[in-house]
């Protein structure tokens, strides 16, 4: 397979993840995935159900938004992926959801506040508010990438719209997509119970920290077998 096979396919797997995790209704929302060593972006076409999607529907546009392979159109989204990519070289995908819970704080256009340790662990603070934007055109892109500016947090609500992810790769987009409707939910939860406690700043730093470089598998230590602590 060329890399942009392999990349449609992949596509095609990780647009399954969205409905499975109750991110998306009907036709809504979109991932898209930056070829890697090519400056090519493929992307869900527009108005298919998930059930409808294979990896030859998607569609590979170039970063100016040109159609280079695919019979459908691509996603209405599309001007604001490319404008990501084009602004952040280190995104390799990018998630776009109107998930319930997270698109609830973005109507009332509000910050998810951090105030429990996997919002540290993931987003490292808050998941902050963007502007209001219409669709269609790069403004909604342009809002993503100033909003996420100074922040660590790889996901932004859109006021009055939904979710955007951002990832070093696409899969990476799509378990932050995943992650802030979680956290969006139980944040909410708290608040009708009260006022949620509001995590510390070195807190959040040291879960973060932690979370982001220690977590998880890592590779051996070639010199003493052992993994790093």
């Known amino acids: 397979m060329s890399v942009i096979?392999?990349?449609?396919?992949?596509?095609?797997?990780?647009?399954?993840?969205?409905?499975?995790?109750?991110?998306?209704?009907?036709?809504?929302?979109?991932?898209?995935?930056?070829?890697?060593?090519?400056?090519?972006?493929?992307?869900?076409?527009?108005g298919l159900g998930y059930d409808e999607l294979t990896a030859e529907k998607m569609v590979v546009?170039?970063?100016?938004?040109?159609v280079l392979e695919g019979d459908l159109a691509p996603s209405s989204d599309t001007a604001t992926h490319l404008y990501v990519y084009r602004s952040l070289d280190h995104v390799g995908g990018v998630v776009h959801t109107h998930s319930p819970y997270a698109t609830a704080w973005a109507a009332c256009n509000r910050a998810i506040p951090c105030v429990l340790t996997a919002?540290?662990?993931?987003?490292?603070?808050e998941i902050p508010i963007g502007p209001f934007a219409r669709i269609g055109g790069e403004e909604i892109g342009i809002g993503v990438v100033a909003t996420l500016e100074g922040h660590r947090s790889p996901a932004v609500l859109m006021r009055n719209h939904g979710v955007f992810t951002i990832g070093r790769s696409a899969r990476d987009a799509v378990k932050a997509a995943i992650m802030c409707e979680d956290v969006a939910r139980t944040v909410l939860l708290a608040c009708t119970l009260?006022?949620?406690?509001?995590?510390?700043?070195?807190?959040?730093?040291?879960?973060?920290?932690r979370y982001q470089n220690v977590y998880g598998q890592r590779p051996l230590d070639a010199t003493t077998s052992r993994r790093p602590e």
């Open 61 to 66: 546009v170039d970063l100016a938004g040109n």
């Open 119 to 125: 919002m540290a662990d993931e987003f490292g603070g």
């Open 5 to 46: 096979d392999e990349a449609r396919a992949q596509l095609a797997e990780l647009h399954a993840e969205l409905p499975r995790n109750g991110l998306v209704a009907w036709t809504s929302g979109n991932v898209s995935m930056r070829v890697p060593g090519a400056d090519i972006v493929v992307i869900k076409p527009s």
């Open 194 to 209: 009260g006022e949620p406690l509001a995590l510390g700043q070195d807190d959040i730093d040291a879960l973060y920290d």
